[in-house]
């Protein structure tokens, strides 16, 4: 008996040992996880301290690294090329997971890792063409010498990190996921750019605002989606000359020709996702030099979106922010210039109808012509399955997004519609931030931005010779007004973009009369510029904000810099609540609504986290607009639709208190705006008390929001930082939502010798198990900066520098 259980019991471990040692499906083997002489035990980390000499392949001749007290490498090389060998080097030592989980995502092949249940993700973003994109991005780089050799360089520095490693040494997600590091490759940076793109220069509503025209009427659609708002204050401050004659504007296609065929449901471009940046003058500066300031505002995430460095070689010494994946400094400052960005958000994703002559699909018809359709075979690799095979159509619009009845990843993109869009474009940004991370000048600046393509970004720009300037820029196809507003008719060639705005010819702004630029996503101009951008832009609030606050302001420093990116005041509720408190009927409030009510009425406006007003007025401004939109614009006819925005919802409250829009089309008894207002606060009242219990301490903003910093893949909250108490939301100048926020603060003097700010909320290490994984959050949490070093060689004594790495 007791040999028969010893038996037994032999057979159960060897059966738990071979179970752990081999995937299930998409599920990863567990064995190699728990080992003691690869798993996650290997990931733990301390503070090194000690310096290295390292021999790697690739590097043309030695290159020094010391490294700060924040894990921040500064790169010393002899040439150009070993300083972005090196930057691939670094960054994948302390990012590779991070780098490559990115770009599988871009190019579809998350199948490959986590299995079936990316499949729709994945043919979607083949179907959309980021491949395809990528591939062009890659050929304009390595038509361009320079360009060909920063990839290059970069790429062969990311496989020497890769080379180094065994299985021991993988970071943890590749145990978790059971997968193994690929070799690095040029389009994968050229990838890393396209998802980028995809982030900020993929919103459309150009579906849902075909359904609002076809179920309401072009008068009414022109009513309540006006191209431009009642309360504006454009980057390129109003009454800017234009000094340039502008192209012929394309004719505008008649209307009945635009198509109005059924759209369903493309999530709209998210206006969390924007950013700060400013600059003011040496007028306005207690330096009496410029201080520009950059606040990105991205998804929160862990390992960080932004990776610090500084890159030094005989012919540059640039230092700030990188995306790891890319070379170069994105966001930073040298000696004589410091730059920041923040997205556009351009109009450069349209929707063609297109006519096919038959079921086979080989020809378009476009311009009275049959044109020849281009096929793409997508294998995706599926982990645990078969590969599956798509075959994605092109017209010389883009590729056909959803095929005829193809339920995609995205339910609204309507089938048999094309994809014309900016990031299937042959665009080189790798040559715009080499030039910007060397320029000199405000012309160094403008030749520079020359070659950026996307995503559109305001670049803000501050120099040592006492020059401002910002610019919305990028590649902007020429069309005629609100052309993409809508869904086009891909069979009309007046429907096709035109051509490009020239570079030269975008919106620029330098030395204002104010003494400062700045940007917030909002109108990039006001309607005198010539040429369409988009007929939408972000909420003009923070915008407003930032520009009253930069007016008052004088003698800036950085601290004052530092206050303003965390400012807390709620400018919409500033507006909006005088006007529609006073329309509430208190006598029909219950006690706690009563309470609520109190509490808006003695509110500061200031979205701090124990505001509770802050969570009241957020929760109230969502059912409000759902109280006087929803009834018509949601019928559950199957036509999705947008609601009109919040400027023209204020408007209505305002200028229209009588019109039909207050009244529930659903109710047999019409509704006044006293009324809307008034059971749409209770509502909210009902709806606050259900997640929070009684009105109290429970309702303050901080704990309502509770903002989440969590890691790349779903579900990993062990190595997410969750409920961060933060103060902020969308449109107040700290803009940090439940899963949004600045992603990287920085504050730049320029001078004889720059000093700089900065702070991102993660660390520079992507391994959970490193001290430098998450040690800024709480800086950033608070709104503190730490200063950035920065040094003109690597012999420089600053008692912030902890070790020193020779690359040989």
Same mark, same amino acid.
């Given at each position: 008996m007791r040999y028969a259980k010893a038996i037994v019991l032999s057979l159960i471990t060897l059966v738990f040992i071979w179970a752990l040692n081999r995937p299930w499906g998409s599920i990863p083997a567990f064995g190699p996880l728990l080992s003691p002489f690869v798993g996650f035990w290997q990931n733990a980390e301390s503070v090194a301290t000690s310096d290295e000499e390292l021999t790697v392949e690739g590097a043309k001749a030695p290159v020094t690294v010391v490294f700060d007290d924040m894990a921040v490498p500064h790169v010393f090389a002899q040439n150009d090329y070993d300083v972005y060998f090196a930057q691939g080097y670094l960054t994948a030592r302390d990012r590779l997971w991070q780098m490559e989980f990115q770009t599988h995502a871009a190019s579809g092949r998350l199948a490959e890792i986590v299995g079936e249940r990316a499949l729709p993700l994945d043919r979607f973003n083949r179907e959309i063409g980021m491949v395809y994109g990528a591939e062009r991005a890659l050929k304009a780089m390595m038509s361009d010498p320079t360009s060909k050799q920063?990839?290059?360089?970069? $790429?062969?520095?990311?496989? @020497?990190?890769?080379? !180094? /490693?065994?299985? @021991?040494?993988?970071?943890?997600?590749?145990? /978790?996921?059971?997968?193994? *590091?690929?070799?690095?490759?040029? /389009?994968?940076? @050229?990838? /890393?750019?396209?998802?980028?793109t995809s982030t900020l220069a993929s919103g459309a509503d150009d579906l849902q605002m075909s359904n609002v025209r076809k179920k309401f009427g072009a008068a009414i659609t022109n009513d309540l989606f006006p191209d431009y708002p009642d309360h504006e204050d454009p980057i390129i401050p109003t009454g800017t000359k234009w000094e340039f004659k502008p192209l012929p504007i394309p004719k505008s296609a008649d209307s009945a020709s635009t198509d109005n065929s059924l759209a369903l449901n493309w999530p709209a471009h998210d206006p969390a996702i924007g950013s700060n940046n400013w600059a003011v003058g040496a007028q306005k500066s207690a330096t009496g030099y410029p201080i520009l300031a950059n606040d990105p505002h991205l998804t929160l995430s862990l390992p960080s979106i932004w990776y610090q460095i500084q890159l030094v070689s005989p012919t540059m010494n640039a230092c700030g922010v990188s995306l790891p994946g890319? *070379?170069?400094?994105?966001?930073?400052?040298?000696?004589?210039?410091?730059?920041?960005? $923040?997205?556009?958000?351009?109009?450069?994703?349209?929707?063609? !109808?297109?006519?096919?002559?038959d079921a086979t699909k080989q020809e378009y018809f476009h311009g009275g012509v049959w044109k020849p359709v281009r096929r793409r075979l997508e294998v995706i690799k599926v982990k645990g399955q078969a590969d599956m095979i798509d075959t994605v159509y092109y017209t010389h619009h883009g590729p056909i997004v959803n095929q005829s009845g193809q339920k995609g990843f995205r339910a609204n993109i309507p089938s048999g519609y094309a994809a014309r869009w900016i990031a299937h474009e042959p665009t080189d940004e790798l040559r715009c931030y080499y030039l910007l991370n060397r320029a000199k000048n405000y012309d160094d600046y403008v030749q520079s931005l020359a070659?950026?393509?996307?995503? @559109?970004?305001?670049?803000?720009?501050?120099?040592?010779?006492?020059?401002?300037?910002?610019?919305?820029?990028g590649k902007f196809p020429l069309k005629w007004k609100e052309q993409g507003k809508f869904l086009l008719d891909g069979t009309n060639p007046a429907h096709d973009w035109q051509g490009w705005i020239p570079p030269s010819q975008n919106p620029r702004v330098k030395n204002p009369p104010r003494g400062f630029v700045s940007s917030a996503n909002q109108f990039s101009t006001d309607p005198s510029y010539p040429y369409y951008i988009n007929w939408q832009f972000a909420p003009a609030e923070r915008g407003m904000r930032i520009n009253q606050r930069l007016t008052a302001m004088q003698r800036i420093t950085t601290d004052s810099m530092r206050q303003l990116q965390n400012d807390l005041h709620n400018l919409r509720a500033a507006m909006a609540l005088p006007k529609l408190l006073p329309a509430i009927k208190g006598s029909s409030l219950t006690g706690d609504q009563a309470k609520a009510l109190a509490i808006l009425k003695s509110w500061s406006y200031q979205n701090d986290t124990s505001a509770v007003g802050a969570t009241i007025f957020t929760e109230w401004n969502r059912q409000l607009s759902d109280a006087i939109w929803k009834d018509e614009f949601d019928r559950g006819d199957s036509l999705l639709t947008r609601q009109p925005s919040f400027d023209r919802t204020l408007h209505l409250i305002e200028q229209e208190p009588k019109a039909h829009w207050f009244d529930n089309v659903n109710t047999p008894t019409p509704e006044t705006m006293v009324d809307i207002l008034t059971s749409s606060f209770q509502t909210t009242c009902d709806t606050l008390a259900k997640k929070h219990g009684p009105i109290g301490p429970t309702w303050a903003w901080g704990t309502h929001k509770a903002t989440a910093i969590r890691h790349l893949v779903p579900g990993l909250d062990a190595f997410s930082v969750l409920n961060v108490q933060i103060g902020g939301g969308s449109g107040i100048v700290n803009a940090t939502t439940e899963r949004t926020g600045p992603s990287w603060r920085m504050v730049v003097e320029l001078g004889p010798a720059p000093k700089a700010y900065g702070v991102y909320p993660g660390g520079q290490s992507g391994n959970p198990g490193s001290p430098h994984y998450q040690n800024m959050i709480e800086m950033w949490r608070t709104g503190q900066l730490t200063e950035l070093v920065y040094l003109q060689s690597a012999q420089d004594k600053n008692p912030r520098i902890k070790r020193k790495m020779t690359l040989k």
């Open positions: 920063i990839v290059e360089a970069y $790429t062969a520095g990311v496989n @020497a990190w890769i080379n !180094k /490693l065994k299985p @021991a040494d993988y970071p943890i997600e590749y145990k /978790l996921l059971g997968y193994a *590091p690929e070799p690095w490759s040029p /389009l994968k940076c @050229a990838l /890393l750019l396209k998802a980028m890319s *070379p170069g400094v994105i966001i930073g400052f040298n000696k004589d210039i410091a730059w920041g960005v $923040t997205n556009v958000g351009a109009d450069v994703l349209d929707f063609y !109808k297109i006519r096919f002559r070659y950026y393509g996307a995503p @559109a970004q305001n670049f803000v720009f501050a120099d040592v010779h006492k020059d401002i300037a910002i610019s919305p820029n």
